[in-house]
Nanobody, 123 residues
């Protein structure tokens, strides 16, 4: 079992930055691939970024590539999402998720989810 708790969301002006954190419980965190997803009102949950268990491989949605950076610290059981040059269309609830095998862009393939943190970008 893995429990995930996101933090770091908030209100920011366009062009600003935020860093999201996702703290995981459990001794096997380092064996899980991790992903960040987001869901805006009235829209489906969409892939944002993913990182392999070792941190050696990262993947991004085209819409955030070059602006967002995913990273992890297995010693701290934490995964991060650094978000720069934020745009109003980045406004959503952001979720972290854990998958016991390889990274994936598909929400349905993740095993555990956090409760989400709201990110609002004003224009």
């Amino acid at each position: 079992q893995v429990q995930l708790v996101e933090s770091g969301g908030g209100l920011v002006q366009a062009g600003g930055s935020l860093r999201l954190s996702c703290a995981a419980s459990g001794r096997t965190f380092s064996s899980y691939a991790m992903g960040w997803f987001r869901q805006a009102p009235g829209k489906e949950r969409e892939f944002v970024a993913a990182i392999s268990w070792s941190g050696g491989s990262t993947y991004y949605a085209d819409s955030v590539k070059g602006r967002f950076t995913i990273s992890r610290d297995n010693a701290k059981n934490t995964v991060y999402l650094q978000m720069n040059s934020l745009k109003p269309e980045d406004t959503a609830v952001y979720y972290c998720a854990a998958r016991a095998t390889m990274t994936s862009r598909h929400p349905s393939e993740y095993d555990y989810w956090g409760q989400g943190t709201q990110v609002t970008v004003s224009s």
